[in-house]
């Protein structure tokens, strides 16, 4: 009983989140560099040129890109078998259509990687999460235009081929439902590259949930996107057959806030189509059902599938299904709910549950209950939850110590409640926690909402020197590795 031998421990960044390095060694811009600092109660903004007074927290971000041997050494002593990381698209093609590969950057990974097997720790990369190049944002309208799909396989080919030997698991894209659940704003830059020809010409800052939104488009694009990733899968197949790639959807799993049917059904809804419209498309390989008349509904004719795409989502199937897990959220039709802050999103608030200081509200027993409906719907696909943390303000203490108990009361009852569902049948292959160590939010841009076992020396206002220390959690997350999920106290 209890978390089965060979299970993957570890934790997952994004390269424009923790690396840093905007512009070296030949990577060219993309998405998050253009967008600036929020925080808590300022949301972010985006500028379509890069200003050179304003603070882009992705610009340095943690600056991996000098640390990495530091910090894959912390995660080693931590215990973990697996790293989840992604490569960012700019670092290969600066502007996402040049005809050769920036060979610097192509040799960053590989030193990443090699760092990463001498601790024998097996790399779980993210192909694109949230890294589309600039460039195919503002030449391309990113997946809107379907040339994109080649550019991304392109991608894709270059380095499939360059790691064939160092990477087996591989994710197509980071949450993939992003333009579902944001609708337009954050959702659409970040996950399909798509903006509307104003926004692309402001000189002006402006807020992510102002962005100009078209969903007809914006479902295209998601398409496109279904499309890329289902061909990426037949074409790392063919390269080696021996990958695992996966998908990887944000589970904002949602109850109904009252037991009004008419809640229950708006709350299925919500979950069919926020979660298992992707999910469904990359695990079964076609549209669910229900897809045209829910898509009507909010005014998007369903007429984009051509019979050729038919065909390839359904051999372009992944091997398994990851998500993210950070909390969980309630719908309703009533008016006047009290509503709080989601991952992308916002819902309705749970009477029955407490919430970080960003209003993502805690809830280990929806870890639970995710996991088992999963198991039910896709059988017999292995499952991995491959993001889910705590964003907290942590203090320093003169000794340097950073108390942070309040992110081991977090992961302890979501550990807890994996190895109940593994002792239920749930076939749960990994485990890596968000932001292991602390990095820039995506969602308001800022360092102060840290997520780390690992405590970074850097600021909102540009200070610290970007030196390493161990919270307490450090330590606690070490022995939940090590003793394979048996000790958890
Ligand atoms: C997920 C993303 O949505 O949530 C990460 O994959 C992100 O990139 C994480 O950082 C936590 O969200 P935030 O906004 O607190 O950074």
Redesign the pocket.
């Known amino acids: 009983m209890g978390f089965p031998k060979g299970f993957l421990w570890g934790g997952a960044v ?1 390269a424009n ?1 923790c690396e840093g390095a905007y512009l070296e060694d030949g990577k060219g811009l993309s998405v998050p560099d253009m967008l600036l600092g929020g925080d808590v109660n300022t949301p972010r903004t985006f500028l379509p040129v890069t200003d050179p007074n304003a603070f882009y927290p992705s610009h340095e971000a943690v600056d991996f890109y000098h640390h990495y041997k530091e910090d894959i050494a912390l995660f080693a002593e931590m215990g973990w078998n697996v790293f989840r990381l992604s490569i960012n698209w700019g670092r290969i093609y600066p502007n996402g259509d040049d005809p050769e590969p920036n060979e610097a950057g192509l040799q960053f990974y590989d030193n990443v990687f090699d760092e990463c097997k001498k601790y024998n720790i097996e790399p779980l990369v993210t192909i694109c ?2 890294e589309m190049p600039w460039a195919i944002v503002t030449k391309y309208s990113g997946f809107h235009d379907r040339r994109t799909i080649d550019l991304y396989l392109k991608y894709c080919e270059t380095i499939f081929r360059r790691y064939k030997d160092k990477v087996k698991y591989w994710l197509t894209f ?2 993939i439902n992003v333009p579902v659940l944001s609708e337009g704003g954050i959702g659409n830059l970040y996950g399909i590259g798509l903006l509307e020809e104003e926004d692309i010409q402001a000189t002006d800052p402006i807020k992510l949930s102002d962005l100009k939104f078209n969903r007809q488009r914006t479902f295209e694009a998601l398409h496109n996107e279904f499309v890329a990733s289902a061909k990426a899968v037949m074409l790392g197949h063919e390269i080696n057959p021996d990958f695992k790639i996966g998908c990887m959807i ?1 589970h904002i799993t949602c109850y109904p806030l009252t037991p009004d049917p008419k809640d229950v059904l708006a709350c299925i809804k919500d979950d069919n189509l926020k979660h298992n419209l992707c999910g469904d498309v990359q695990v079964r390989g076609q549209y669910p059902v229900w897809t045209e008349a829910y898509l009507k509904e909010k005014g998007v004719t369903f007429n984009f599938v051509t019979e050729e795409d038919k065909e390839i989502l359904k051999k372009g199937t992944v091997d398994f299904y990851t998500f ?1 897990y ?1 909390q969980t959220s309630c719908i309703t039709t009533h008016a006047g709910a009290e509503t709080t802050n989601a ?2 999103s916002v819902g309705a608030k749970n009477p029955y549950l407490k919430a970080s200081d ?1 209003g993502w509200q805690i809830d280990p027993d929806g870890l639970k209950y995710t996991l088992a409906t999963l198991a039910d719907r896709y059988p017999g696909v292995p499952l991995m939850i491959v ?1 889910n943390g705590f ?1 907290a303000f942590d203090k320093v203490e003169e000794d340097g110590s950073i108390h942070d108990d309040y992110r081991i009361a977090y992961f302890k009852p979501h550990v807890i409640a994996m190895r109940e569902a593994i002792e239920e049948g749930v076939p749960l292959i990994g485990y890596t926690t ?2 292991p160590i602390d990095l820039v ?4 841009g800022e360092y102060a ?1 840290r997520y780390g076992f690992i405590y970074v020396n850097r600021h909102d206002d540009g200070t610290g020197d970007f030196s390493r220390s161990r919270k307490d959690s450090f330590y606690w997350y070490k022995k939940v590795c090590e003793s394979n999920g048996e000790i958890v106290d």
């Open positions: 994004a989140q999460h949230y980071n949450e944000a993210s950070y991952n992308m960003w993001e964003g968000w932001g939010s995506a969602s308001t909402k």
